[in-house]
Each structure stands twice: as structure tokens, then as C-alpha cells.
């Protein structure tokens, strides 16, 4: 009898849900939207329904059904309690069990970071690996930890939260997490451009950035057409990050970074100011790791969550 699994990944906007076979092949991917009205309260019983019509198009009966994984946005107990997701509106409550009283099928869920993470280890830019933290650079920096195959989920499903590190002591202005110093205020794609922001403001060094949107992707356009500013902003960027990455692999020692995110669409020519801080500082015995790009897009998600549940 064929087996399968619903992968499925929470954003504030959108539902992406997959279903997979054993095998981890994706069958079939959609979307819903994501209603956060009433403190989120229609989420997962929209969730449900889409997985029943799901089931029922694809003429699949429950007891082939090996569960659903799921990630969320927020910080998630090994049990599947979520502490709290600001973005859903939800409070503290059992996730896992939620669901699964909905569906009648059993369910796996984690933070949607580290899912990702998961997925990429799979079937994405970590594939061959079973020791990676993955790093997204999106509007924050989110971060996920796979240790022998398996998420570092820590005590309060925090672990991974590599963007709030303290990485600066001269920053002055908070982070919104509420901390001040984070590696999201500097390395993010909001970051890199308050870091240009502030170089620029304190140089009359000539830059073509000066006359367009400064951006992520404006910066590295720059670098890679041989603007000297540029470069010197995203070697700022590649000191913080590459210094925090160093500071990881202390404690995690993975084989890889896969580096993913917005930002990440640059190229390998992050590589070149990232590694350098990062050799510069980091324990001798982790000077070998990898850096790859991500490969999975705003797919790492639903495949992660698959394994999730494959794994469980």
C-alpha cells in the first residue's frame, strides 16, 4: 500500500502545503490563505479542510496517511506546544494536538526556521550532510541547527535563533525582538541596509548607490560591478556574520552552512565576505565547514515539514 505525507508551512500570509510520498517526493503543492482574524482561531480548521479535500481529490484514505508535518512561526516545544506566534495571533497552546484532533491524523510540528533547515539538509543545499545550520537572510535572520539529522529544538524551542545574537556593542537602537546588538539589525536584508545607510552617511567616498534605492540587492550589484563603497559595506555584513557563524560553530561544529533568504539571491560572492571573518576567529577544528547557497526557495519549508513527520 502507498504511503504519504502532508508537508505544510505557516507564513502570515499564506498556507504552503504539499503532500509527499515516502520517498520524499512532492505529489502536489498548493497554497491558502492565511486568516489571522480573531486571533488566528481559523488557521488550522482551514488547514484541515484543505487537507480533506486534498484526500479526497487525490482518492487517498487516512490509514495510507503516515501524518502531517507542519512548520510555524514561532518558537516551538518538542512536544508541540507553541510559546507564542505573533504574526498568527496565537497564544500558548498545543499545535500538534490541535491539528491532529482536527485531521485524526498524527502530527509533527516545529519551528518553521528550523523545518526549512530540515529540508534543505534533505533535499536542498544540504543534501549529503546530516550536521548543517542553515541561515536565512530575509527581512530578519532566522537560523535552524540539524544535529545528527535531527532539529535542536532547546528547552523553549528556541534553539537556532541565530539573529538574535549579540554581535554589537556600539548599536544603540533596539531590535525587534526588544534586545539591542542582534545580528538581524546588521546582516539582515533590513540590516545590510542600515549598515550602507550609515557608511555612506559618514564618507564622501563616490558610490553609484548614492544615486539609486539602496537595497540587498543594489549593494551586491554594486560589488559585483567594482564599486569600492559596495564592497566595503558588504565586508562590514561579512564580519558580523562571518564572526557569529565562527561563534556557532563552537557549539554546533556542522559540516555545512547553507545560507538562504533574499539576500542569499547575491550569490556565491557572499562567500567571499563571510568566510574570510569567519576563518579569521572560528576554533581551528571547525575551519572546515562548507558554506552553500540554499536550494529549495520557498519550498524548504513543506519538505522539511515532510521529513518531520517521516522521521517522527
Known amino acids: 500500500m502507498n504511503k504519504y505525507c502532508f508537508g505544510i508551512d ?9 503532500l509527499f510520498n515516502e520517498a520524499g517526493d512532492v505529489l502536489d503543492k498548493w497554497e491558502i490563505k492565511t486568516i489571522v482574524d480573531d486571533n488566528g482561531k481559523h488557521i488550522l480548521p482551514d488547514i484541515a479542510k484543505s487537507v480533506e479535500a486534498k484526500l479526497a481529490e487525490k482518492k487517498i484514505e487516512k490509514d495510507q496517511v503516515v501524518g502531517i508535518g507542519m512548520g510555524v512561526p514561532g518558537p516551538i516545544k518538542a512536544d508541540g506546544v507553541i510559546l507564542k506566534a505573533v504574526n498568527l495571533g496565537w497564544g500558548t497552546f498545543n499545535v500538534a494536538e490541535e491539528l491532529g484532533r482536527l485531521t485524526g491524523l498524527s502530527v509533527k510540528v516545529g519551528n518553521d ?26 527581512t530578519g535572520v532566522g537560523g535552524g541547527i540539524i544535529v545528527d539529522g535531527r532539529i535542536l529544538t532547546g528547552a523553549n524551542g528556541a534553539g537556532g535563533e541565530i539573529g538574535h545574537m549579540h554581535i554589537n556593542d556600539e548599536e544603540t537602537e533596539k531590535c525587534g525582538c526588544g534586545g539591542v546588538g542582534c545580528l538581524e539589525q546588521v546582516s539582515s536584508a533590513t540590516g545590510i541596509v542600515r549598515v550602507a545607510k550609515k557608511y555612506l552617511a559618514g564618507t564622501d567616498k563616490a558610490s553609484v548607490l548614492r544615486d539609486q534605492a539602496v537595497s540587498a540587492k543594489t549593494i551586491f550589484d554594486a560589488v559585483k560591478a567594482g564599486d569600492e563603497a559596495a564592497a566595503e559595506i558588504a565586508d562590514i555584513f561579512g564580519k558580523y556574520l562571518g564572526t557569529a557563524l565562527a561563534n556557532v560553530a563552537c557549539v554546533a561544529d556542522p559540516e555545512v552552512f547553507v545560507i538562504g533568504g533574499g539576500v542569499s539571491n547575491a550569490g556565491p560572492i557572499l562567500f567571499d565576505f563571510i568566510k574570510k571573518h569567519y576563518q579569521k576567529v572560528v576554533f581551528a577544528g571547525c575551519k572546515d565547514a562548507e558554506f552553500a547557497l540554499a536550494m529549495l526557495g520557498n519550498d524548504a519549508g513543506i519538505y522539511g515539514a515532510a521529513k518531520l513527520i517521516l522521521d517522527k
Do not use: R
Not at 10 to 18: C, F, N, P, Q
Not at 120 to 128: A, D, L, R, Y
Open 113 to 138: 526556521a528550523n523545518v526549512a533547515a530540515l529540508g534543505e539538509m534533505w533535499k536542498g543545499g544540504g543534501q549529503g550532510h546530516a550536521n548543517i545550520v542553515m541561515v536565512t537572510l530575509g
Open 10 to 18: 505557516v507564513g502570515g500570509t499564506t498556507v504552503k502545503l504539499g
